[in-house]
């Protein structure tokens, strides 16, 4: 054994710790190196490391001297353990390539299942098994799978041949197959292969082993691998491992089946046993939904109104070993187990398990559950859910009461509601979705190379497959609505039109899918707010035990203070004043002080916009009694308020009695060629000091008309943007004190406030020792921060910077997940000079990445005071932050 080949099954050892770490065998292998070391019952296997996929990915090439010995000697474990020869004519063994990468990326990867079988071995299998059509079953399989996955043929010219066969016979499913038929088939197709790559499918047993394990390291870097770990953020230098194993049969006759099973229910988390198996078929005949596989349990199939029998009552002693196996399983690991088996002639066969994927319900559910049951504790609860999992549960759910003119009623594969116009290929959603347009991926079924699809797309339906065909696993872990095996779906791609149950649509019509009953509407269909209460309640009062840093909100108007409320914010950390001058009422006021010649004329103006800010300020105040309120004072370059085109400045013209060329050359004059390095943030207030003065007095005078009404008042806390210099803050900082003394002697009211900055800016951040004698407050915008530190335009850079996270530049888009070795390093900077000079300086972050679950660990390690974010991601930054405190 060297150590990149670990055997399990049988009489291997499984003490090695390398052999039991997901980062060396992958996923898949370190758990069927556990489950065989726990006595269930595993066929014997190996696992090459995933080290030999990276090093075969840069050097290309054959592989080593070592390797070929090590694998020749683990396959001698396996031929012992199985008591077969791999290879031999009279009793063949016959073995499963799988790829297993250290976090499962479902469908991603390739798989050759029956490897082994050739023109001579198949006639062995036939004797041994005493079944020939299973033998010729399995070879025609072998050579379809093997073609599409090694030798890189399209498996629709198998599917064709295969259809034709049946056609020409008049059968509709491939059990009424005989073997001759099969036989026949093989023989068509290895002419195929002859005739389309110029020479014979291979007959040589390792030749077939070494193109399968070649063939899964190269699907590492298939498009559809790369395009999923770049929506899961799994980085691409991890490689696969290989794992081969004995093969064991559920195609071998009705007492042999193959199914995939759950613990507990995956989408909703409730304890009952979950899953889908077929009898006399192999394990890719389940997943790739070709044949609508049955439900384990009698109760699924009662509650489905369902035939055909359930794997409990058709295989009882089956049923019950599994069942065992579910309960062992998870006191072992703690968690709910995907599984897949197989039940060859009776006996039950494990191939596989993992910490099954999960809807956020399913996730909450499941921590608190598992917390009652004494499975786990609350830490290991709250770690355990994924913040950005919560982000499906905030969002509206159809509304019980709406009509729903119903089509159809598929299975419940993903919850959630989603609305949207039909699109039947993937790179049709795509194109829509990136256009602007809400849409819904129809598809017979899907396959891996949909992913992008089914990421543009609001949810999923497909005409085929059951609860764990591709759809509906991959589109659980994207949290994606999706209803999947709806009957009475057919589709034309040629006309692009389908038909749904009676009704005759086309592509472009809209439907609205519910994930959670597998109904299928015309038309939209009205929502409603979500429940915040039960688990969800439960997991964030125990986040909230456990966080240190306080979480706010960016928001400016009452209705999104209130919703963040809600979700649980603990204050205002940014809200964007200029988001209330675009109000169409407020607009024209703002263009007039924008376009006016001099200081009389924009006072004037901005006597109007007064009242309305204050009475802006004074209704957030209100919903924020008693929370400390981060309000920014204007900060976008002015162009940015203009009118456009002849008509709006016509309209101005109309209003103000100024002529529109008069106009037109004011705002000629306030072009910039580079407007976010322009004349912005405190520079305006800088130059046009009686905006921020407006400004502030709105604020001061809300704030006092509140305290004095109520008698509970917010702790305003006025932020000045973009300041690069300790001077810049010192004149602003006189302003808004001049104006809340003005004020405050005006009301005879007095309030606590504070003045701070935001650090956005580099040399704001090296510059915070002196900045923070000014500043009571520091509010990182990582937005700016980011795009003044990389020199890249946060407005620009979506067109490439998908390429560089691609090509390892960036791990992640650094405007979405902070880059904590660049900027990161600015704000650690930042924050121990401010406090150098100000003990007490409170400190936060109001950037987008104040909602990314890495950037909030970052922020945990830097010490800082809160983090804010948009509302709907509240929730998310109170479990991140209680999971960076954990960690
Ligand atoms: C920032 O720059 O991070 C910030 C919060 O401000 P804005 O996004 O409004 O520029
Ligand atoms: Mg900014």
Same mark, same amino acid.
């Given at each position: 054994?060297?150590?990149t080949?670990?055997?399990?099954?049988?009489?291997?050892?499984?003490?090695?710790?390398?052999?039991?770490?997901?980062? @060396?065998?992958?996923?898949?292998?370190?758990?069927?190196?556990?489950?065989?070391?726990?006595?269930?019952?595993?066929?014997?296997?190996? $696992?090459i490391a995933t080290d030999e996929c990276v090093r075969y990915l840069k050097e290309g090439g054959d592989f080593s001297d070592e390797l070929q010995a090590a694998v020749?000697?683990?396959?001698?474990?396996?031929?012992?353990?199985?008591?077969?020869?791999?290879?031999?004519?009279?009793?063949?063994?016959?073995?499963?390539?799988?790829?297993?990468?250290? @976090?499962?990326?479902?469908?991603?990867?390739?798989?050759?299942?029956?490897?082994?079988?050739?023109?001579?071995?198949?006639?062995?299998?036939?004797?041994?098994?005493?079944?020939?059509?299973?033998?010729?079953?399995?070879?025609?399989?072998?050579?379809?799978? &093997?073609?599409?996955?090694v030798?890189g043929?399209?498996?629709?010219?198998?599917?064709?041949?295969?259809?034709?066969?049946?056609?020409?016979?008049?059968?509709? +499913?491939?059990?009424?197959?005989?073997?001759?038929?099969?036989?026949?088939?093989?023989?068509?197709?290895?002419?195929?292969?002859?005739?389309?790559?110029?020479?014979?499918?291979?007959?040589?047993?390792h030749r077939?082993l070494w193109g399968a394990i070649r063939a899964v390291f190269d699907s590492w870097d298939?498009?559809?691998?790369?395009?999923?770990?770049?929506?899961?953020?799994?980085?691409?230098?991890?490689g696969t491992?290989v794992?081969?194993?004995?093969?064991?049969?559920?195609?071998?006759?009705? $007492?042999?089946?193959?199914?995939?099973?759950?613990?507990?229910?995956?989408?909703?988390?409730?304890?009952?046993?979950?899953?889908?198996?077929?009898? +006399?078929?192999?394990?890719?005949?389940?997943?790739?939904?070709?044949?609508?596989?049955?439900?384990? $349990?009698?109760?699924?199939?009662?509650?489905?109104?369902?035939?055909?029998?359930?794997?409990?009552?058709?295989?009882?002693?089956?049923?019950?070993?599994?069942?065992?196996?579910?309960?062992?399983?998870?006191?072992? &690991?703690?968690?709910? %187990?995907?599984?897949?088996?197989? @039940?060859?002639?009776?006996?039950?066969?494990?191939?596989?398990?993992?910490?099954?994927?999960?809807?956020?319900?399913?996730?909450?559910?499941?921590?608190?559950?598992?917390?009652?049951?004494?499975?786990?504790?609350?830490?290991?609860?709250?770690?355990?859910?994924?913040?950005?999992?919560?982000?499906?549960?905030?969002?509206?759910?159809?509304?019980?009461?709406?009509?729903?003119?119903?089509?159809?009623?598929?299975?419940?594969?993903?919850?959630?509601?989603?609305?949207? #116009?039909?699109?039947?290929?993937?790179?049709?959603?795509?194109?829509?979705?990136?256009?602007?347009?809400?849409?819904?991926?129809?598809?017979?079924?899907?396959?891996?190379?949909?992913?992008?699809?089914?990421?543009?797309?609001?949810?999923?339906?497909? !005409? *085929?497959?059951?609860?764990?065909?591709?759809?509906?696993?991959?589109?659980?872990?994207?949290?994606?609505?999706?209803?999947?095996?709806?009957?009475?779906?057919?589709?034309?791609?040629?006309? #692009?039109?389908?038909?749904?149950?009676? #009704?005759?649509?086309?592509?472009?019509? $809209?439907?609205?899918?519910?994930?959670?009953?597998?109904?299928?509407?015309?038309?939209?269909?009205?929502?409603?707010?979500?429940?915040?209460?039960?688990?969800?309640?439960?997991?964030?009062?125990?986040?909230?035990?456990?966080?240190?840093?306080?979480?706010?909100?960016?928001?400016?108007?009452?209705?999104?203070?209130?919703?963040?409320?809600?979700?649980?914010?603990?204050?205002?950390?940014?809200?964007?004043?200029?988001?209330?001058?675009?109000?169409?009422?407020?607009?024209?006021?703002?263009?007039?002080?924008?376009?006016?010649?001099?200081?009389?004329?924009? *006072?004037?103006?901005?006597?109007?916009?007064?009242?309305?800010?204050?009475?802006?300020?004074?209704?957030?105040?209100?919903?924020?009694?008693?929370?400390?309120?981060?309000?920014?004072?204007?900060?976008?370059?002015?162009?940015?308020?203009?009118?456009?085109?002849?008509?709006?400045?016509?309209?101005?013209?109309?209003?103000?009695?100024?002529?529109?060329?008069?106009?037109?050359? #004011?705002?000629?004059?306030?072009?910039?060629? +580079?407007?976010?390095?322009?004349?912005?943030?405190?520079?305006?207030?800088?130059?046009?000091?009686?905006?921020?003065?407006?400004?502030?007095?709105?604020?001061?005078?809300?704030?006092?008309?509140?305290?004095?009404?109520?008698? !509970?008042?917010?702790?305003?806390?006025?932020?000045?943007?973009? @300041?690069?210099?300790?001077?810049?803050?010192?004149?602003?900082?006189?302003?808004?004190?001049?104006?809340?003394?003005?004020?405050?002697?005006?009301?005879?009211?007095?309030?606590?406030?504070?003045?701070?900055?935001?650090?956005?800016?580099?040399?704001?951040?090296?510059?915070?020792?002196?900045?923070?004698?000014?500043?009571?407050?520091?509010?990182?915008?990582?937005?700016?921060?980011?795009?003044?530190?990389?020199?890249?335009?946060?407005?620009?850079?979506?067109?490439?910077?998908?390429?560089?996270?691609?090509?390892?530049?960036?791990?992640?888009?650094?405007?979405?997940?902070?880059?904590?070795?660049?900027?990161?390093?600015?704000?650690?900077?930042?924050?121990?000079?401010?406090?150098?000079?100000?003990?007490?300086?409170?400190?936060?972050?109001?950037?987008?990445?104040?909602?990314?679950?890495?950037?909030?660990?970052?922020?945990? %390690?830097?010490?800082?005071?809160?983090?804010?974010?948009?509302? &709907?991601?509240?929730?998310?930054?109170?479990?991140?932050?209680?999971?960076?405190?954990?960690?």
């Amino acid at each position: 054994m060297n150590d990149t080949v670990f055997t399990f099954g049988g009489d291997a050892s499984h003490s090695n710790a390398r052999q039991k770490d997901k980062t @060396v065998t992958g996923g898949k292998g370190a758990n069927l190196a556990e489950m065989a070391a726990i006595g269930l019952p595993v066929p014997p296997g190996f $696992t090459i490391a995933t080290d030999e996929c990276v090093r075969y990915l840069k050097e290309g090439g054959d592989f080593s001297d070592e390797l070929q010995a090590a694998v020749a000697k683990a396959l001698q474990h396996i031929e012992k353990t199985a008591e077969k020869q791999f290879g031999d004519a009279a009793d063949p063994l016959l073995v499963s390539v799988r790829s297993g990468a250290r @976090v499962s990326m479902p469908g991603m990867m390739d798989t050759v299942l029956n490897l082994g079988l050739n023109d001579e071995t198949v006639e062995g299998l036939a004797a041994t098994s005493g079944d020939p059509r299973f033998a010729w079953d399995s070879y025609r399989r072998f050579i379809q799978m &093997y073609s599409d996955v090694v030798l890189g043929l399209d498996h629709g010219l198998f599917e064709e041949a295969l259809e034709i066969a049946k056609e020409d016979k008049g059968f509709y +499913n491939d059990t009424e197959m005989e073997c001759e038929d099969w036989q026949a088939l093989v023989a068509q197709y290895k002419a195929i292969v002859r005739e389309e790559l110029g020479e014979s499918f291979p007959q040589d047993v390792h030749r077939q082993l070494w193109g399968a394990i070649r063939a899964v390291f190269d699907s590492w870097d298939s498009e559809r691998a790369k395009v999923y770990r770049r929506l899961n953020d799994i980085p691409g230098d991890w490689g696969t491992a290989v794992n081969v194993q004995a093969m064991v049969f559920g195609n071998m006759g009705e $007492t042999s089946a193959t199914g995939v099973a759950f613990t507990r229910d995956p989408a909703t988390g409730e304890r009952a046993y979950y899953g889908e198996y077929l009898i +006399n078929a192999q394990g890719e005949d389940v997943v790739a939904g070709i044949r609508t596989p049955q439900y384990l $349990t009698r109760a699924a199939r009662e509650a489905a109104g369902a035939k055909p029998l359930s794997m409990e009552e058709a295989m009882p002693d089956a049923y019950a070993e599994l069942v065992q196996v579910f309960e062992l399983l998870e006191r072992h &690991y703690r968690d709910m %187990q995907d599984i897949e088996f197989t @039940v060859e002639r009776g006996k039950l066969w494990m191939l596989q398990t993992r910490s099954g994927k999960r809807t956020a319900k399913a996730a909450l559910k499941l921590a608190v559950d598992m917390v009652g049951e004494g499975l786990i504790d609350e830490k290991t609860a709250i770690l355990r859910v994924d913040p950005m999992a919560l982000d499906q549960l905030l969002h509206p759910t159809l509304d019980p009461e709406a009509p729903r003119d119903v089509l159809t009623t598929g299975l419940p594969a993903s919850p959630g509601a989603a609305s949207g #116009r039909i699109v039947l290929d993937a790179d049709t959603a795509e194109q829509w979705s990136q256009r602007g347009e809400k849409v819904i991926l129809v598809r017979v079924e899907t396959s891996p190379e949909d992913i992008h699809g089914m990421h543009a797309a609001q949810g999923i339906l497909t !005409a *085929r497959g059951g609860m764990t065909s591709h759809a509906a696993v991959v589109a659980r872990g994207m949290g994606r609505p999706c209803v999947s095996g709806a009957p009475g779906v057919s589709i034309d791609l040629k006309t #692009r039109t389908l038909r749904i149950g009676e #009704r005759d649509l086309a592509e472009g019509d $809209t439907l609205t899918l519910d994930g959670a009953n597998g109904q299928v509407m015309a038309g939209q269909v009205a929502t409603i707010e979500p429940e915040l209460a039960g688990d969800f309640g439960v997991l964030m009062e125990w986040a909230d035990r456990h966080r240190r840093m306080k979480v706010r909100t960016n928001a400016e108007t009452p209705a999104d203070c209130r919703m963040a409320r809600q979700f649980g914010a603990e204050g205002i950390g940014l809200c964007r004043t200029e988001h209330m001058f675009f109000d169409a009422s407020r607009i024209r006021a703002v263009r007039e002080m924008i376009l006016a010649d001099d200081e009389s004329g924009r *006072r004037a103006a901005l006597d109007k916009l007064l009242p309305e800010q204050r009475a802006d300020f004074r209704e957030i105040f209100e919903v924020m009694a008693g929370l400390p309120c981060t309000i920014r004072l204007l900060d976008p370059p002015l162009h940015e308020f203009l009118p456009h085109g002849d008509a709006e400045f016509e309209e101005l013209a109309n209003a103000t009695g100024l002529g529109v060329d008069h106009l037109k050359r #004011r705002a000629g004059e306030l072009h910039e060629f +580079n407007p976010m390095l322009g004349h912005r943030g405190c520079r305006l207030g800088i130059t046009y000091p009686e905006i921020y003065e407006m400004q502030a007095r709105a604020i001061f005078e809300a704030v006092c008309d509140v305290a004095q009404d109520s008698g !509970a008042a917010p702790l305003p806390e006025v932020m000045i943007p973009l @300041v690069a210099t300790k001077r810049e803050l010192e004149l602003l900082r006189g302003l808004v004190d001049r104006i809340a003394a003005e004020v405050f002697a005006e009301k005879g009211c007095e309030v606590d406030y504070l003045v701070g900055t935001m650090i956005e800016l580099p040399r704001a951040a090296l510059m915070a020792g002196e900045i923070a004698e000014e500043a009571r407050f520091f509010s990182f915008g990582t937005n700016d921060l980011t795009q003044t530190t990389l020199g890249v335009s946060r407005d620009d850079s979506a067109r490439f910077l998908a390429q560089y996270v691609d090509r390892g530049i960036f791990a992640r888009d650094p405007f979405v997940s902070l880059d904590i070795d660049g900027v990161g390093q600015l704000v650690e900077i930042a924050a121990e000079r401010g406090r150098a000079t100000r003990g007490d300086i409170k400190l936060g972050i109001c950037g987008e990445h104040g909602g990314d679950p890495a950037s909030i660990a970052f922020c945990e %390690q830097v010490g800082l005071d809160y983090v804010s974010a948009s509302p &709907y991601r509240v929730p998310i930054a109170r479990l991140a932050a209680a999971q960076a405190a954990l960690r």
